[in-house]
């Protein structure tokens, strides 16, 4: 029982790395934006495709093409800045349709790139950290863990201790009022973009060679993200990491010892529960809802 | 007066000028037409819910379930479809109407997936993820000139243009009635509303209720001319379709998303499948929404308001001459 | 040559479900190439040509029954494939009212109610009880499993007929049935859930291969070193670069590659089967699976019942396929079968075959009879399946 | 006799911050009555505490001697307590008519089905006639028909009148009706709330505009830090040494 | 000159807002705008610090042409604008507002010191540097937005109303500021309603009306202009 409990925490624990990379870029890009990217699912599936391109395809260093997902899909994201969220800032249902436009066309690029079919990735590595003969963590699901540490960590520190976290944060909240304190609204803009999509590349990188690669991957990561982001409270990036967490635990942990779909059930719930008690989520502040 | 035996006119004769395939759309339009029209009553309240079509959904499912177990007579199938949207709202309203915005947004999805994981998982009475199949149909009678067949898209067109046509003059005139000022009111300026004796909780949840009821109804329809339902049929994709077809219409008139609707699904079920363009429909369709909303930000509404504006100026200048 | 004759293929071809669609339709084009260069078929009033009608309907049942119409009313089909499940309920008044013949490979969409629907090659998944009981008289030594399955309309009754199957052949079940979520992208706790009680098989139910690989992967990465049972393994290959030929070695299925010399046997209705497999990697490389022949293997079924009956209209048509209550399966001659099931004797079932993989490669084990089991194991299987609600009586 | 309006002991604390600390003042029917103070003397706090907005830590609110405090702000609107907002808060999308028309929200409430069979005619053109003698009043009668986002500042702000006063009000809360107003318009405005209260509409005012202040006002309350501190009419609030220290100075560049 | 001011036209949409205003602002000199509402004071003001795009005109600041340059770059030459309505940072503390004003600012030291005088002047800020902005009442709220506007350290300040919804205490403190920030060196555009306010700080003055300028003099003068006395002054 105590090797069960042990696996399920390690469990949940990757499953809390990748959620968070994706739920903070989420919730970066709807800071500084002021939009729902519906097309972050999207993201993080054309972070899993460059692996298959590069890494699969083209034999590629996996940790290149890693880099290199991050790098693609970061300019992916800029390049949603520039011609879709830049045009339409004022319009933040706008904002929406085109995410959602930007979601059909990257997927059905992805379908006319490599087909409906399920992509393979050759594993990276098969090396296992056994603990026990039952309590075994993957090495490549222990590069999904570091990623998300390292790169959160070096968020958080460039957010907390730069100007760019300032810069952030008063373009979120008035953009105008930002650039008269001399602030670039466009430049945190785009990187924000960048930043938030991605993680969201990274994420879909890392994890590519451990699920299947599809083109319609991005649809229930994205469902995740959303209930996590709301847990946390729109808009917080400490909120959306703490619900990741515990999105993450409670999920794996009522997967393993009940089922998948009550484990779902489960999720909403908390989710419901929370905004119940909460109506703004665990960190969000009343007035940005 | 004219202009509406025009309209009926054209309606009656339309299905008889499409092929059977496009009689087929003509039919799911329709009955999509009431679903952005019953959304935009919500959205008049400024509050964007991703949980409408499962709201139709469990229009559909009551209506189906109740003519299928207790033999109820399917035009009143669809009236409680209706009636159980309705009210399934009315239960929903308590926890979501205490988000707004955003959270509202995503509240409202969580509900619907929480209503969807529930058909899925209770095989009695939902069916499970199959859903029920062979909902009865509406059955079939004559008016004299005209015998309705209701496996005929045809007949279901009239049948549901009738249906549609009472629910969107409903509509319409809550729309256009002190209520559907107060929820614009509700919309634009909460507070001062508020300061003006309108009880927001209250009218928030009447809209959401009365759309939910339409929405409802919708389903109902369109559960009892395909003959099945599941939870599939009711997912995001099919909200994100509605959205869509909502906010590329327009959000500032009665009948932008209506426009919305027929627009982008003669584009998508007819024009793009006539092309030949079966496996490139979604990229496609992703770029003309992309292009309509950077193009005309303010929705389809906005060409006809610039059109039906110029004909005001037209008709405004002899009048000056003199 | 007369008039070509149209077929009508109504699956999903975009969206999430169209890796069911897609590739039947690559596999029924290389079909239709074959015949035609062949003069076509061979009717009273000479020989047709064939063409495919293709129609998308993103899995959704509105669609499919607009599909449905286009097909029968306007493009002049003579029959219609389709993928079946959550669309062939919409399709239904449209087959009644029309006539038409349509096939599903799903039977589970089988009822009295429609006489002109035929589920004629994976009689899923009432085939995969081949597999148990070739695994429990080959190796007996295996004693207790355990079993996860997505929790969606195939998922479903293939929990019900592996429990028949495992009951039948002595093997005792640790735990209740796993269920997923069909959206579940992570498998690990699946698996570590699978593992905990030490079973000595793991049944991975009807996934399909998005759900295959990684539980395969997870049960390689959480140490599992007993037996797998799987009713699919579709790009096997690729699941063995991701674990070892060693995990995989006796991995049991039920799909076999077509280039397997066991299908180049007089009773195997799939004419040429190892160069129509040849000719389907050369085009598309790396897409064989299941769907990739059974559309195929439809055609063929419904290509000889029109010659002999020398027309396509589909009540002939569907009078020459079951006359005698036999029909040209593409794994041998099969009775049509199901009457207690689904209601109809409109599935066609006979031999299937138990697919191992063998030093990398899937073989062929044996064909196993799936009436014979029935005959024995009959109660069980409608006793699982009546306890997953999965009776066409039933169904809602 | 009891006042129309009275505040007993009314507190408010965020955290550890008491905003407003055991307030007490009386407003008399048909007058107008100032609330001054300092910048964050607490007077919006008051406001919000009166109106609903807030509900008091402690105190009571009493409308013609019924505690009122902690009701929702639109049950006490419905009682006859309507605020007007800082800065001009408007339906800018709709027009002015409209505007006016949910202002007879209260007097004329909709009913769902009376509205869409239309035996609603009497109750709509009731709520119409008031909507429209609410804008003559305020002199906006010309401009019905435009959105009251496009209307000028001064327009925008006597909309905002017009809007509380077709709802019949018995008191009207005004939160610095003058800010952003030249002394031309100030006077215009002032002439304004002279009518509304001769039509006996008693007036609750805070702002910084000492000459509105002390044209308009017949008590005056001032607060500061919260607190009560000074009260009485104009000419002994102009010269109370206290008021003049916390609030008023050396008065240099105020009329 | 420091700021100058060429033929300014600027349109919102279709609808022109301000024709052809020119406004000079030498060094160290305090330069004050008046009109009534929607005159196009704001308008020009935004003009200046590149927050709304010109049809026309130019603009020049010591001499560099600054008109069509993004907002944050023109406010790295030393321009600070205190806004209309405020648009102080409603999530962020008091004393986070004023540090972002001080965002391009690499001196430090001096910084904290700029810091300090602004408590100093606003003891009310001190004394709530950690409550969030927006529940600041507005008074509170204006100061904030005037202290922010000092810890960019600028060359020239651009001031929206400054003494709007202030006790008249604190708008004797504006005041005060004012003409110290202007002893120091600095210079200031003015927007007011309060005339009498605007004219007696002012060096020099310029009258807006419906988007032209229909007068132009030194404030002192201005202030016993008739046609000023009866519109802005009501006297
Ligand atoms: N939600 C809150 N949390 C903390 N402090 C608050 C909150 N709301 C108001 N305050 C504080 O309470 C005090 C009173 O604020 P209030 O808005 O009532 O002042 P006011 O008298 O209206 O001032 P002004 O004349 O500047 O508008 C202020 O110091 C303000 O900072
Ligand atoms: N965002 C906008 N969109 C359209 N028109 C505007 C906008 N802002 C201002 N205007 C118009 O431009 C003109 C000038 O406005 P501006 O705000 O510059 O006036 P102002 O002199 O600052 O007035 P106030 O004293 O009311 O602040 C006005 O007619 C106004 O209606
Ligand atoms: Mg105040
Ligand atoms: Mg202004």
Redesign the interface.
Known sequence: MIELLAQTGLNAVYAASYISLVAVGLVLI?GVMGV?N?AHGELFMAGAYVVVALYAQRFVPFFIAVAAGLVFVGLLGLLMER??FR??RD?P??G???S??????L???A??GFGVRMEYIPPVTQEVIAFSDKVRLPISRLYVIIAAVVMLSLLWYFLKRTRFGWALRASAQDPQAAALQGISVTLTAKIAMFIGAGFAGLAGALTAPLVSVNPYMGHSII?TA??V??VGG?GSLEGAVLASIVYAFVHTFVTTFYDG?IA??TG??L??IV??VK???LF?SADR? | MFIWTVIAAILFALPNLL???Q???LV?LTINILVVASYRLLTLTGE?SLGHVVIMGVGAYASAMLT?SSGLYVPLGIVMGGVVAGLTALALSY?LF??????????S???G??IR??W??F???F????????ID?MPDFSVGFYDFDF?E?TSYFYFSAIVVAICLW?LW??EK???G??F??VH??D??????????RAYRT?AFV?ASGFAGIAGAL?AHY?????P??FD?EVM?FV??WA??GG?STFYGPILGCVVLTILN?VVLRELGL??????I??????LS??FM?NGLESIVQKFTRQKERRSLRPEEAK | AGETIKIGFLAP??GPVSAWGKPGLDGCTIWAERVNAEGGIKLEDGEHKIEFV?Y?NE????KA???A??LI??DGVSFVMMLG??TW??V??VAD?TGMLFSTLLP?DLSP?TTTLVAPTEVHPIYIVTGVQWLAENRPELKTAVMCAQ???LG?PSVATYLAAFEAAGIEMQDDPLLFDPATTDFAPVVTRLLSSNPDIVCLDTCYSDYVHPICTQLFLQGFKGQIISATADFYDQMIAKTSKEFMEGFIFQFPDFDDPALNAEHINFPDANGFYTEYNKRYPGQWGAVSWEYASIMELWKLAAEKAGSVDPEAVLAAMQEGGKGQHAFGEASWWGEELFGIDHALVGDWPVVMIEDGKARIKAFVSIPDWYDQHGDLLIKYMTK??QMWSQ?? | MTSLLEVKDLTMRFGGLTAVDTLNFKVEKGTIHGLIGPNGAGKTTTFNMI?G?YTPSAGEVLLRGENIAGL???EV??RGV????QHS??????TVL?NA???T??P?R?N?FA????W?KD??NG?EARAREALTFFGLADVGHEHAGDLSHGHQRALGMA??YA?HPDIVLLDEPFTGMNPEETKHMMGLMKQLCSDGITILLVEHDMQAIMGLCDNITCMSFGKFLAEGGPAEIRNHPAVIEAYLGGARHVA | MLLEMRDINVNYGKISAIRNISINVPEGQIVTIIGGNGAGKTTSLRAMSGMLPLKSGEIHFEGKRIDGMAPHKIVAHGIAHVPEGRRIFPDMTVEENLRTGAFLRKDKAKVENDLKDVFERFPRLHERRRQRAQTMSGGEQQMLAIGRALMSDPRILLMDEPSMGLAPVIVEEIAVIVEEINARGLSVVLVEQNAVLALELANYAYVLESGNMALEGPASELHDNEHVRAAYLGL
């Open positions: 709807f729902i519906f011609a879709l045009p339409l319009n249902l706008g929406l349709v085109a959602i436009g930007f979601l059909m066309i997927q059905a690029l379908v006319m469902v959303f209930i982001i709301i729109v779909v779902d059930i909403l719930m989710m419901l905004l119940i109506p703004t989520g969000g809802a | 092929s059977f395939s009689q087929e759309v799911f964007w299928k926890p205490r988000m707004k915005g955003f959270y509202f947004l995503i509240g999805f969580a509900a997936e929480i994981l529930l899925k998982r095989r009695e009475p069916g499970g993820t199959k859903g029920i199949k062979g149909p496996f898209p409903i005139r809550i009635s002190p209520i000022l107060t614009q009111a634009w300026q507070k001062l509303a508020q300061a003006s004796g309108v009880n927001l009447l009365i369109l395909i003959g099945t339902i599941n599939n049929s995001v994100v959205l869509t906010i590329v959000t079920e079966e496996q490139t429909r979604p990229l369709y992703g770029l003309i929404l992309i909303i950077l930000p | 071809l975009t293709a998308d899995y959704d049942p509105a029954r607009t599909g119409t286009k009313r306007e499940g959550d309920p919409g239904q008044p009212r589970s109610d929790d969606d309309a479903l997953y609600d169904r809602s | 109106s907005f929702p702000m639109h609107a419905r309507v605020r007007t907002f808060t408007l339906f800018a999308e709709l409209e028309l949910v202002g929200h209260m004329f909709p769902l509205a869409i069979f239309g609603d109750a709509r709520a809007v509380a709802s």
